[in-house]
């Protein structure tokens, strides 16, 4: 008898599930392992049997000769069950929170094992810090999020290997045109790492320029008229036709140059604005990545810089109107409060999606906070015309509702899959 498409779903959702528990089982017998081999014992390296450290500081030694026979026993190579173990006790011993995850099923543990990757050269502080802020809802987020909290952690924990990190990816700029490499079209590739503003300044120049190479006539695509846009701005001038000239030049007169426009929705903690060495990391709301304090006070130090001081946005007030477009604060509001798309997994960022009704605007829904949300383009689609349906439980907080029963919670630390509902 064919399966249906429900029962298919269901199956794949049960065997994950299956899978998650059997890695479980195994990964306990692991520990359990290492813990009646472990041992500090450092003599006799270079022949015989010793201790060596597998994960970061504080979890314990093991034997070198057990990990060796546990690798035959699943089928690993000695490095791949050193890696393996590592990961084990990296979690087991430093990262309680994410443990409880792990050994309760919440979280399969190839992702914990990426995470003890990254935190094996923290100290136990910094771990400690990860843990804290993951370890609940390591499996709802995302690598990009878990990411963040690891530099966050370096940057609050280790200070001399965050400003040494710095100023290596400072040194580690550079603009490189290919002159070497012409193409028999007469195109070089062209690479280069910037500052994140000065990046930020060329690429609003070459748009800038873009737009008024489209605006003068041009009918080549954007792609073509960006190239085209920065060997204009190397030659320093601006021939388009309807710009002005004073009377009497025989060259058009210059554009005004464009101060940097500092505008970022950055966190700081008070400690940090008044210059305590702990507490030297920001966070940048566009990106939701930690920067270094240092790096911010360099942009808003440069003399060419406007820094645009905003009022702080309540993101509980309710805001409401009665049209169907959304009013720009109330963009910005779901912009600040979800950051990403809130379909189930999406990570797409909130300014590049649209601001869904969650019911409709024809079905009486109103343009209000409370039903609000930002979904991409595609998942926009999929909820009109594919049958998936979301309810609002609170700002920020949705339930999604597929169209084989299957339910998902989301929220600001990511999605979690539900026990599905059948329908009829």
């Given at each position: 008898?064919?399966?249906?498409?429900?029962?298919?779903?269901?199956v794949?959702?049960?065997?994950?599930?299956?899978?998650?528990?059997?890695?479980?089982?195994?990964?306990?017998?692991v520990?359990?392992?290492?813990?009646?081999?472990?041992?500090?014992?450092?003599a006799?390296?270079?022949?015989?049997d010793?201790g060596?450290?597998l994960?970061?500081?504080g979890?314990?030694?093991v034997s070198?000769?057990?990990v060796?026979e546990?690798?035959?026993?699943l089928?690993?190579?000695?490095?791949?069950?050193?890696?393996y173990?590592g990961?084990?006790?990296?979690?087991?011993?430093?990262?309680p929170?994410?443990?409880?995850?792990?050994?309760?099923?919440?979280l399969?543990?190839?992702k914990a094992?990426w995470i003890a990757e990254?935190?094996?050269s923290?100290?136990q502080?910094?771990?400690s810090?990860?843990?804290?802020?993951?370890?609940a809802?390591?499996h709802?987020?995302?690598y990009?999020?878990?990411?963040?909290?690891?530099?966050?952690?370096?940057?609050?924990f280790?200070?001399?290997?965050?400003?040494k990190?710095?100023?290596?990816?400072?040194?580690?700029?550079?603009?490189?045109?290919?002159?070497?490499?012409?193409?028999?079209?007469g195109n070089?590739e062209v690479?280069g790492?910037l500052?994140a503003?000065?990046?930020?300044?060329?690429?609003?120049?070459v748009?800038?320029?873009?737009e008024?190479?489209?605006?003068?006539g041009?009918?080549?695509s954007?792609d073509v008229?960006?190239?085209?846009?920065?060997g204009?701005l190397?030659?320093?001038?601006?021939?388009?036709?309807?710009?002005?000239t004073?009377e009497?030049e025989?060259?058009?007169?210059?554009r005004?140059?464009?101060?940097?426009?500092?505008e970022?929705?950055?966190?700081?903690?008070?400690?940090?604005?008044?210059?305590?060495?702990?507490?030297?990391?920001?966070r940048?709301?566009?990106?939701?990545?930690?920067?270094?304090?240092?790096?911010?006070?360099?942009?808003?130090?440069?003399?060419?810089?406007?820094?645009?001081v905003?009022?702080?946005?309540?993101?509980?007030?309710?805001?409401?109107v009665a049209?169907?477009?959304h009013?720009?604060?109330?963009?910005e509001q779901?912009?600040?409060?979800?950051?990403?798309?809130?379909?189930?997994?999406c990570?797409?960022?909130?300014?590049?999606?649209?601001?869904d009704?969650?019911?409709?605007?024809?079905?009486?829904?109103?343009?209000?906070?409370c039903n609000?949300?930002p979904l991409?383009?595609?998942?926009?689609?999929?909820?009109?015309?594919?049958?998936?349906?979301?309810?609002?439980?609170?700002?920020?907080?949705y339930?999604?509702?597929?169209p084989?029963?299957?339910?998902?919670?989301?929220?600001h630390?990511g999605?979690?899959?539900?026990a599905s509902?059948r329908r009829?």
């Amino acid at each position: 008898m064919t399966s249906s498409a429900a029962d298919l779903l269901e199956v794949m959702r049960h065997e994950t599930r299956a899978a998650a528990a059997a890695e479980v089982r195994r990964l306990r017998a692991v520990i359990d392992w290492s813990t009646l081999h472990t041992t500090d014992e450092e003599a006799d390296a270079a022949f015989g049997d010793h201790g060596i450290p597998l994960a970061g500081p504080g979890a314990p030694w093991v034997s070198e000769f057990a990990v060796m026979e546990l690798g035959a026993a699943l089928g690993m190579s000695t490095d791949s069950a050193k890696r393996y173990v590592g990961a084990a006790l990296e979690v087991r011993f430093r990262l309680p929170r994410l443990w409880g995850a792990v050994d309760s099923g919440r979280l399969p543990f190839w992702k914990a094992r990426w995470i003890a990757e990254h935190t094996m050269s923290l100290s136990q502080a910094a771990a400690s810090f990860v843990d804290e802020r993951i370890g609940a809802y390591a499996h709802r987020l995302s690598y990009a999020e878990i990411e963040r909290q690891i530099n966050a952690a370096v940057e609050r924990f280790d200070p001399e290997t965050a400003e040494k990190r710095r100023r290596e990816e400072a040194d580690g700029r550079h603009f490189t045109v290919h002159k070497a490499d012409v193409t028999i079209a007469g195109n070089v590739e062209v690479t280069g790492t910037l500052d994140a503003r000065d990046a930020h300044d060329l690429d609003l120049a070459v748009g800038q320029r873009a737009e008024d190479l489209k605006a003068a006539g041009s009918t080549e695509s954007l792609d073509v008229r960006r190239a085209q846009a920065v060997g204009d701005l190397a030659r320093g001038y601006d021939p388009l036709p309807f710009d002005t000239t004073s009377e009497g030049e025989d060259h058009p007169a210059p554009r005004p140059r464009t101060k940097r426009t500092v505008e970022l929705v950055v966190h700081l903690h008070a400690d940090t604005v008044f210059g305590n060495p702990a507490a030297n990391v920001g966070r940048c709301e566009t990106t939701r990545s930690p920067i270094n304090a240092e790096t911010i006070r360099q942009w808003c130090g440069n003399p060419n810089t406007i820094v645009r001081v905003r009022p702080v946005l309540d993101l509980a007030d309710h805001v409401h109107v009665a049209a169907y477009e959304h009013p720009d604060r109330l963009v910005e509001q779901d912009e600040l409060v979800d950051l990403t798309c809130v379909f189930p997994y999406c990570t797409r960022p909130a300014p590049r999606c649209d601001k869904d009704h969650a019911i409709a605007y024809d079905d009486g829904g109103p343009t209000c906070s409370c039903n609000s949300a930002p979904l991409c383009r595609g998942h926009h689609r999929l909820k009109t015309h594919g049958a998936w349906t979301y309810d609002v439980l609170d700002r920020g907080t949705y339930l999604w509702h597929s169209p084989h029963g299957h339910r998902y919670h989301r929220d600001h630390t990511g999605t979690e899959a539900l026990a599905s509902r059948r329908r009829p």
